[in-house]
């Protein structure tokens, strides 16, 4: 039976600590610096402010709300929570680049630690290459694109630590399963529903599919499937309380859920580019598989390929009615499980690298991921410099 594993290998400690507070620190000057746009960050600071006040209700996922204001009773930040919301996004950046830069050594241990480093910072900042935006009718940077990456929503960003530690267990869980991980996946999963339920609209299904394919007993499914029921339990209770009791909404009308493929998607861009927009999010695992690939560790990539699938499909096909229409609440989970997969991906090149495999090809798709991380640039030099978020 397998016991638990750290999330990063031992003997990288202290380099990933390091490498993870340089990150936190460099992310809170970007959250700082981008403090004055009218972004969801500071949107939920200010829906933070008035529920601590009193002036609002808590809303269903009310954790990132919680320990924002809890956050800013700590430091004396009893106006707008800026500096709170600063000091706690940075440390999910910090949170993730931790995690980012041990996956990458596990994955691929025999790369330098120099060029983990750099992988993870391309990984931490990468974003597609907004072809719609540069040669089409499309307005915004941003929308249309399926990124790995934001730095306007406040709860995805925080709830990406939590997603990766959960992938990561659970892959380990699909590899060699142990009765100790299994609660530990279920806390992560249920933390994150109550921050924002987005991944776990991808994870219930991937992982079902996962396990129906992968377990040779039904004591191995069921098993399996705990954090999934426990999830969908309180995924349950938040859907009750969001669309027909209304809590912490700030509407009159009633809201629901419906199907409607593409309509979200249709709404930010010319529907004719939704394709270039689907390319440019899939840039490199397309690369990936075009120049033949195939990955070293199945399970990580295969399971994050799952993911990705679902969140996709659901991004396309599902919808919110009334004055939910458009929020795109459920565009979220394609964010994280992008991150996922090309993480995972990058630390399969990575490993392919150290291990002598084809230059040219790794390189091809490398330059891949170099000219998303150039794009991520250009997207934070839009956001700080710019104050250029949406184009309305």
Excluded at 13 to 18: I, V, Y
Excluded at 176 to 191: D, F, G, K
Excluded at 276 to 285: G, K, Y
Aim: glycine residues 8%; neutral net charge; contains cysteine.
């Amino acid at each position: 039976m397998a016991t638990g594993r750290p999330l990063y290998p031992a003997r990288d400690q202290s380099a990933t600590l390091l490498f993870s507070a340089c990150i936190a620190a460099l992310s809170f000057a970007i959250f700082w610096s981008i403090g004055d746009v009218a972004t969801d960050n500071a949107e939920h600071s200010e829906t933070a402010v008035k529920i601590w006040a009193g002036d609002a209700d808590w809303p269903p996922n009310f954790l990132y709300f919680a320990l924002l204001g809890l956050l800013g009773k700590m430091v004396g930040d009893t106006g707008e929570l800026v500096t709170s919301s600063c000091i706690l996004l940075a440390f999910a950046v910090g949170a993730k680049a931790f995690l980012t830069y041990g996956l990458l050594g596990e994955l691929a241990p025999g790369s330098q630690r120099a060029t983990r480093a750099a992988t993870a910072l391309a990984l931490l900042v990468c974003f597609p290459i907004p072809v719609a935006f540069l040669v089409g009718a499309t307005l915004s940077y941003f929308l249309g694109n399926i990124p790995p990456n934001v730095w306007h929503n406040s709860t995805t960003i925080f709830l990406m630590p939590l997603a990766l530690s959960a992938f990561v267990l659970q892959v380990r869980d699909f590899d060699e399963a142990s009765t100790r991980r299994v609660p530990a996946i279920m806390v992560l999963i249920v933390i994150g529903i109550v921050v924002k339920p987005s991944f776990f609209f991808a994870y219930a299904p991937a992982t079902l599919v996962w396990l129906a394919f992968a377990s040779r007993q039904a004591g191995q499914l069921i098993k399996g499937s705990v954090p999934i029921i426990a999830g969908g339990v309180v995924t349950g209770v938040l859907y009750v309380l969001i669309y027909h009791l209304q809590q912490g909404s700030l509407h009159d009308q009633a809201s629901g859920v419906s199907i409607g493929p593409f309509a979200v998607w249709s709404r930010v861009m010319p529907a004719a580019e939704i394709p270039l927009a689907i390319i440019a999010s899939f840039l490199a695992p397309l690369t990936y598989i075009v120049l033949g690939f195939r990955p070293n560790r199945t399970t990580f990539v295969g399971y994050a390929a799952l993911l990705m699938g679902f969140a996709t499909l659901i991004f396309v096909f599902v919808v919110e009615t009334g004055p939910r229409a458009t929020h795109g609440n459920f565009f979220w989970q394609t964010v994280v499980c992008s991150y996922l997969l090309h993480t995972v991906l990058a630390a399969d090149l990575l490993d392919k690298w150290s291990s002598g495999g084809n230059r040219g090809r790794i390189l091809g798709c490398g330059a891949i991921f170099l000219a998303m991380a150039i794009s991520g640039l250009i997207y934070l030099y839009r956001l700080i410099a710019l104050d250029v978020f949406l184009p309305y």
